[in-house]
Structures are given as C-alpha cells and as structure tokens.
C-alpha cells in the first residue's frame, strides 16, 4: 500500500483552487449561456473568423454583448475576464481581467481589444472566450469560443507562382473568336480558394521583377482559372512578343509574389501566305566553292502574299539559323537578301574523305511576324552542294584564296641577284624557286604565274617530296619580255585534279630591269587622213564648249604605268620640215595628275591656244607646215621614262579661205 503524503497547507489549497475551476469549467460548457464575443474586422459570416491582413496592422477590436439577464442590484461587483488559446493547444492564457460596479451603468456592448503585441507575428486558428463572474455567484461562466484566423502567408508563400499556361500563338483569329485571350492561371493549394482574386498584367515589355505589378485585370479567380485579356488591352501593342505575369490575392489579402512571366507570341493582321522556294544565285552553277565565298554567298526569298515591312526572314543554311532579315519599306523589296557569312559557310561544311568533297546543304527559311514563325512548307526547300575543300596547308585566311602558310616565290637570273632581274639578264630566261609546304599531296601541281599570265612550265608532285624541297620552274624570256618591266607581280598555285578549289601564295614584287620600258606614243584622235597619208589640218581642229579655246586633241594610251595620284608630263613643239628646229614660241609643257582608271582608259589632253601653238606652222615656218612633236614623261621605278613618239605633219592652208588658213569660226566641239 503506498504511502500517504505529508500534509502541506499551501498544497492543500492548490488542489482545492484547481477543482473549483474545473467544475467551473464543466459548468460553463455545460451552460453554453454566454454568446462568443465579435471580431469586429473578421470577415462577415467566415467560420473561422478569417482576420483581413490590414486588420493585424493595429489592436484588434471586439465587442462583448450584454451578460445580464436583469439589473443587478447596487453594491456588488461583476467580473469580466478574457483569455484565448492557439487552435492546437487545448490551455487558454489570460487576457486581462477587469471588474464593474453593479451600482454603475454599463453601455452594452463592450468595446474591447486584444493587444497587437498577443498576435504579432503568429499566425493560425486562435480560439477566444471571456467569463463572467456574476454579482451573485462565485464562480466565473464562459462564452462559447470565437474562432479567430491570423493569416499573413500568401499563395505560394515566398515562391515566385508558375507562368500562366502556354495560350499559344495568337492572332487576328484567336482574338475575334474570343474578344481578347483567356489565359489559365496554374492549379495551386489554398484555404478558401473561392475567395482568390488574380491581378494580371498584359505588356509588350517584360515586367520588372521583385515589383508589384500594376494590373490590366482584376478579378475574382473562376474556378477553372481561366481569366479573359479584353482585345482591346491586346490591340495597344504591335506584333511580337508579349508578356503576362500574375499576382494572386488570398481572402485575407495576402498578395503572392509577382509571378514567373509568360511570353506570349502575336501575330497580327493577314498572315505571310503563298511562301516559295529560296534561291541561292551562286549555285546555279551547281554549287558554292571558295570563289563563291569570297564574293559572298547570298540566300534570296521571292515574294509571298500578305507580307508586312516589319515581318523577318529567317534563313536557315543547314542547321544554322541565320540573323533575322527585316523585309523593310519599298513598293518593290523582293528578293529579300540574305547573307550566308563565311563562319556559316564553314560551319556547316566537313570535307568527306574522298573526291569530289561535295556537301549537300539544306537551306529553307521562315517569316516571323513578331515572334510567331511561319515556315516555309519542307517540299519546298532546297539542297545546295558545297565544296570548301582545297589541296596545299591549311589556309588561316579562309576563304581567300592567298594561302600565308605558303612561302613566296623566289626569281632569280643570270645575275643570280634574288627578285631582280637586272639589265645583265635581258634576253635570258629567269628561274622561279618554290619551298615546299607542309603536308604535301601526290598529284598537286604548281604553276607559276608571272604578271597575272601562267608560265609554260608547271610541276607535278610525285608524292616523294619532303616539306622544305625546292621546286625550281623555268619563266621564258618572252614570258618575261610580255609581262613588262618595272615591279612585276608574282605568284604560285597550289592545285590538284580532285579539288575544285585553287591556293595561292602571297605575292612577290620582282624588280624587273632587264625588260626596256616603251611608253607607247601619244595619238591624235581626230587626224585626218588625205592620200593615204596621215596629218592634223583645219579638219583635225577641234573646239572646247568650256571656254572656247580652239586646238588638237591628244590621247595618251591606257597602260600600267599610269599610276592614279602620281604625275605625267606632256610637251608639244612645232619643228621645221627638217625635224630638228624647232618652231620658236611653241613649245607648250603640262604637268598633269593621272587620275583613278587611266590605266584602263588613257588621258586625254588639249593642245592649246590655237595662235600659239598651232598657227605658227603656217605662218612662222620656212614651208607654210611644220611637223608636231608630242611625247610624254613617267616617273618609273624613280627613273625618269619618255614614251615613243611619232611626227605628225601639221598643214593648215585652207585655199578656199580669203586668210590662206583654216576659217576657225564653225568647228566641231566638245565638252
């Protein structure tokens, strides 16, 4: 049998004290006489007391409505106590506690609080209650709990919510059928989701993150979470890119975090139709070499129907996309042009192992309106053959064909003096000095071109060459001789029967001394011819529009020499019938600056005035004619050249005329 415990006083009353309030507790639940206390900001007819989040900014009001069956009689006192307890705890905590006067009046209901400092920062169901101990009783009778809910934990809590649901392509079709876009907010967890709100934002720019979104849209959430975007919200952006975000709003008025955006692609107006097959113009040879690249390979797309100017072209060459081409203003802008770059060109390119080294590349292309393609149907793209393979090293200048790992020439002469050939070697044949490469192939051939022109002999390689050989091929003295003296441009290529594409190596400057310079003579473009002989007469005289002067003009021919910036000098004299004296006072001298092509189209000059130069023939000559000597001067390898020259008869005695000379008043003209 245990034992008994000692008695202790003060225990003694403890266990008393506690059953009282037991049976107290028991009686009051047992009543149910008192009603719950109200919330005043809970949300109206919410079991659970919901709490609005703007009401835990402060104290939270109730009211306590009115314990007294009957007036009490003065000179007693009430009590009003007032506890709470967590939704998980079944002990409720003390409030406060107060008393009243029965002798004094008391305004029903109550106006009360509980402390911002009991709820800050908790949240979840409280329970809440008040007692009373009446004026005639000694025990305290309660009210029946009010359920009270703190909540400050939004939709998806601290987590970004997913994008809305992929609404796919829209467009002019989408958006008559509906008025606008229904988008579809993702499923989620929440208590009492049929009070969520959703605020959407529909912008042609991605909203800032971390920021709450000023909304196109707000509304309560229907219960399969679609929400409709009005037209007209979508009409105020351009096609492309649009972009959706969502906040979602509980019942308490948590506001979620900005949600992940959606990119949505809008395609406006009549779609791109009728798309027709690229062209590539530098295949229509069959197919895109190194030539082809250098030049640059272009991809062109015919015209479509319904086409906007800010539509793109997306070319597609093999797997690579190229960058988008904008179609652009114009009544005309087809063929939209494309520019395959040399990097795609390459990238898309692997030589096979073996001839012929062709790659078949598909190219095809789509039409963006805004973001939303339009590919062309696959029947309708194209194959195109593509050979980038070339024999020699590898060339770092890709795709130029002036390959550095290749060494330049070396010529050499009788004079055995490295890329000169002096004056002691004229009428000899030169030898052109090539240093092997590294790898080298069996078959490739060499050939030598000496001023742009191929020589005679080529070398073959027999496969039993090392890298650093030297193949020596022989230039002819007439190979020399026709491509002229000065700075003479060499160089070598590198081919071979199975690659279509040449290498060449840097070029060489040989000095060139052994070939004489001979600057073809100057010409007279309106000689006359009479008897089967040549000369300039009244017929020949010519008159300048631009201020009148009257004189022959001279054509200096087309040829490598004239250096467009650098000078030429032209000089005229009359001589007497013996070609040696010179007229007195003809003499005429022009410096001139050759301009750009005259290597290709010559220069003309103006022999003027005609009184000075020209009459004199007539009337200062010991025979009436005189011969005209026109030559002109080169600066040439820093050597002064003058050019061949020819002595035309000048015979001015016009008969017919009452002067005895050439009647100058009506003669032909130009500019």
């Not at 009210?143 to 467009?171: F, K, L």
């Not at 990119?263 to 030539?291: E, F, H, Q, S, Y």
């Not at 960058?323 to 990238?347: D, M, Q, Y």
Request: with cysteine; charged share 20%.
């Amino acid at each position: 049998m245990p034992s008994k415990p000692k008695y202790d006083a003060l225990h003694a009353r403890q266990v008393r004290e506690r059953y009282i309030r037991q049976q107290r507790e028991l009686k009051s639940q047992r009543t149910m006489q008192l009603v719950p206390v109200t919330v005043v900001d809970a949300f109206s007819g919410d079991a659970d007391g919901l709490l609005p989040i703007t009401a835990l900014t402060g104290n939270l009001a109730i009211k306590v409505e009115d314990w007294r069956p009957l007036t009490p009689p003065p000179g007693f006192v009430e009590e009003l106590h007032l506890e709470w307890r967590a939704g998980d705890s079944t002990a409720y905590s003390n409030l406060w506690s107060e008393s009243f006067q029965t002798s004094t009046s008391v305004a029903f209901p109550l106006d009360r609080f509980i402390e911002q400092k009991h709820f800050i920062g908790r949240e979840g169901l409280f329970h809440f209650r008040y007692g009373v101990k009446g004026w005639n009783s000694a025990f305290v009778e309660y009210s029946q709990d009010q359920p009270i809910t703190v909540d400050r934990t939004p939709p998806y809590g601290s987590d970004d919510p997913p994008a809305i649901e992929d609404p796919g392509p829209v467009n002019d079709t989408v958006l008559d059928a509906d008025k606008g876009v229904f988008v579809t907010v993702p499923d989620f967890v929440e208590d009492k989701k049929e009070f969520v709100t959703v605020a959407l934002v529909w912008s042609d720019k991605v909203p800032p993150p971390d920021k709450p979104i000023v909304p196109d849209v707000s509304r309560l959430l229907p219960a399969d979470r679609r929400v409709l975007v009005p037209r007209a919200l979508v009409d105020r952006y351009l096609s492309g890119d649009h972009y959706v975000a969502y906040e979602l709003f509980d019942k308490a008025g948590n506001r979620s975090r900005p949600s992940r955006v959606r990119t949505v692609a809008v395609a406006r107006g009549l779609l791109p139709a009728n798309l027709k097959p690229p062209v590539v113009p530098l295949a229509d040879d069959g197919l895109i070499d190194l030539a082809d690249a250098r030049t640059g390979v272009t991809v062109e797309i015919p015209r479509f129907d319904q086409y906007i100017p800010d539509d793109d072209v997306v070319v597609q060459w093999g797997a690579t996309k190229l960058t988008p081409k904008r179609i652009g203003e114009g009544s005309n802008p087809f063929p939209v042009r494309v520019v395959v770059s040399w990097e795609h060109l390459a990238a898309e390119y692997t030589a096979p192992g073996s001839a012929p080294y062709n790659v078949t590349v598909p190219v095809t292309y789509e039409v963006l309106r805004g973001t939303t393609p339009f590919p062309l149907p696959n029947a309708d793209g194209i194959e195109v053959d593509v050979n980038l393979a070339y024999p020699g090293p590898v060339n770092p200048g890709e795709p130029d064909p002036v390959n550095v790992s290749l060494d330049p020439v070396v010529v050499t002469g009788d004079s055995n003096t490295p890329d000169h050939l002096t004056s002691a070697d004229q009428g000899k044949d030169a030898l052109a000095t090539v240093t092997l490469y590294s790898p080298t192939r069996l078959g490739e051939i060499i050939t030598v071109y000496w001023n742009g022109v191929a020589v005679a002999e080529t070398a073959t390689l027999d496969g039993n060459e090392k890298p650093g050989d030297k193949v020596a091929l022989t230039v002819l003295w007439s190979e020399v001789e026709a491509g002229g003296a000065g700075n003479v441009p060499v160089y070598y290529t590198v081919t071979h029967p199975d690659f279509i594409n040449p290498q060449q190596s840097p070029e060489k400057r040989v000095k060139v001394d052994a070939v004489p310079i001979i600057l073809a003579a100057a010409t007279f473009p309106d000689i006359s011819t009479v008897g089967g002989g040549s000369l300039l007469n009244c017929e020949s005289l010519r008159k300048r529009t631009s201020d009148g002067q009257i004189g022959y003009r001279v054509n200096v021919p087309a040829s490598r020499y004239l250096i467009a910036g650098q000078e030429i000098t032209l000089n005229w004299v009359l001589k007497e019938a013996d070609q040696t004296a010179d007229v007195a006072g003809t003499e005429l001298s022009k410096d001139l600056i050759i301009e750009a092509d005259a290597d290709k189209n010559g220069i003309e000059w103006f022999v003027q005035p005609y009184s000075v130069h020209i009459l004199p023939a007539q009337e200062d000559t010991a025979n009436g004619w005189a011969y005209a000597h026109l030559v002109y001067t080169l600066t040439i390898d820093n050597r002064t050249v003058t050019s061949q020259f020819v002595d035309t008869v000048v015979g001015i005695q016009d008969l017919g005329d009452p002067s005895g000379t050439c009647d100058i008043t009506s003669l032909p003209e130009f500019p």
